[in-house]
């Protein structure tokens, strides 16, 4: 009997082996934060923020099953995208996150928000519309939701919808984040005193020097540049840079007043060092533009092939996954205007408004693709869309003027050049170079 013990015994330390890996709780991993670098890793803001973010990996170490933990950890991480740029590693560690909390608490009324909060940074519009309506069921009464709605709607073009949610946020919390989302839907119904009304409350009601207030700052700035009126535009990039010392947002609206003046080397190294500090695409494209107008075309070519792959990178990423990678269609239309690939423009034009057919900005991306193509008549379809509510953008006005222009409705094609290109000539120069050759040859 005993020379079978032993085959039995592992046998049967074998079973066992099998059933505890089988019902072994999977230890989820949690997500490692990022150093950061020059001007950012400055100060006592990451020193804080660093702290903070240690203690709750190390309650994390001791507790795997501390969801408020988890939670607050993802909340931080979405915020240090935010500050450095790096959407591409921190939305993932913060969806990852969140994914965690919910599969242990899937009616955790804040992991919903902050998971559909992070869907529309990735301009997952319609599925962060979703989420954000889901947790407002489960808790009606929570200003910060109403905003994720108000953002949501926006985006996917409900306009009228937006309007109620930003109001709902403003009856239950009146503060930076409403101020702000009230001051966008006035931009938007062209009502850019009332815009920038809203947006100074929304400053007011900040905390000089934080990421969020001075992002606020520099908005404000903006619309006094939409305005025309340059001098408020820099003093408020100006108080935004002191504020926070190396602020990319600030340094980049500078760059954009120093354009203005024609001082294009200035404009170019104010880029450059807002490009070193965040990774944002945009400073790429705009970096594009300055390099041309400063008679660089190799830089040029080479800043603009750079933004496509950023971009189309973003893209690739959003299309073989549901929740991340950042849909980055819109932008790649523009970028491919710039390289003169013109089918290509159209095809992500295209894809883009597949997704919000509603959307004044993707409307107007629409028009400018077919005006660059010749397809006047069907540019002019989508720009009626992209006015409906009424915006004042100088941009938006030049392209209409030119589009209806090329329709021969001549006199009122110019009118509309004529007062974008005076209200705020250099916030596109490929419209303003548009704008002043066709008024030229009147």
């Known amino acids: 009997m005993k020379k079978y013990l032993y085959p039995s015994l592992l046998i049967v330390f074998a079973l066992l082996a099998a059933a505890i890996f089988y019902f072994k709780k999977p230890i989820s991993k949690t997500p490692e934060f990022r150093e950061r670098t020059g001007n950012l890793a400055a100060g006592k803001e990451w020193l804080n923020t660093k702290a903070a973010i240690e203690g709750l990996l190390a309650k994390l170490r001791t507790n795997p099953d501390d969801q408020k933990s988890r939670l607050l950890l993802a909340q931080a991480y979405m915020q240090e ?45 319609a599925q962060g519309l979703a989420l954000a309506e889901q947790a407002q069921k489960l808790n009606p009464h929570s200003g910060f939701v109403y905003g994720l709605l108000t953002d949501a709607n926006v985006e996917m073009g409900h306009y009228a919808e937006a309007i109620k949610m930003a109001d709902r946020m403003n009856e239950l919390r009146p503060d930076l984040a409403s101020y702000a989302r009230t001051s966008y839907l006035r931009e938007i119904y062209g009502d850019v005193p009332g815009a920038i009304q809203a947006m100074d409350m929304a400053v007011k009601a900040g905390y000089i020097g934080l990421e969020q207030t001075e992002w606020t700052r520099a908005a404000l700035a903006h619309l006094y540049e939409v305005s025309g009126d340059t001098a408020k535009a820099r003093g408020y990039y100006q108080m935004a840079l002191y504020a926070r010392p190396g602020y990319a947002y600030a340094l980049a609206g500078l760059g954009r007043m120093a354009a203005a003046r024609h001082d294009y080397p200035r404009a170019i190294s104010l880029y450059q060092q807002a490009r070193i500090t965040v990774k944002d695409y945009a400073f790429a494209d705009e970096l594009t ?11 040029a070519n080479k800043m603009a092939e750079e933004s496509i792959d950023m971009l189309a990178s973003a893209a690739k990423e959003a299309d073989s996954n549901e929740q991340m990678g950042h849909y980055a269609d ?28 509603d959307n004044i900005d993707v409307n107007e991306t629409m028009a400018w693709v077919l005006y660059k193509r010749g397809q006047y008549a069907e540019a002019q379809k989508y720009m009626l869309v992209a006015r409906r509510t009424g915006s004042k953008n100088p941009v938006l006005l030049c392209r209409a003027g ?25 916030l596109n120069t490929e419209v303003e170079a548009e704008g002043k050759k066709l008024l030229a040859a009147r």
């Open 402 to 426: 030119l589009i209806m222009s090329k329709l021969g409705k001549t006199a009122e094609g110019q009118a509309l050049i004529e007062g974008a290109l005076k209200t705020a000539p250099y």
């Open 289 to 299: 533009d300055l390099y041309r107008l400063n008679g660089q075309p190799t830089e």
């Open 330 to 357: 819109r932008e790649l239309a523009y970028a491919y205007l710039k390289t003169n690939e013109l089918d290509k423009a159209l095809e992500h034009a295209k894809i883009e408004y597949d997704r919000r057919p």
């Open 81 to 125: 995208a935010r500050v450095t740029g790096e959407h591409s590693y921190y939305d993932g560690a913060a969806m990852e996150l969140l994914e965690q909390v919910l599969r242990a608490e899937p009616e955790n009324f804040e992991a919903l928000s902050c998971k559909a909060s992070l869907c529309l940074t990735q301009h997952h519009f």
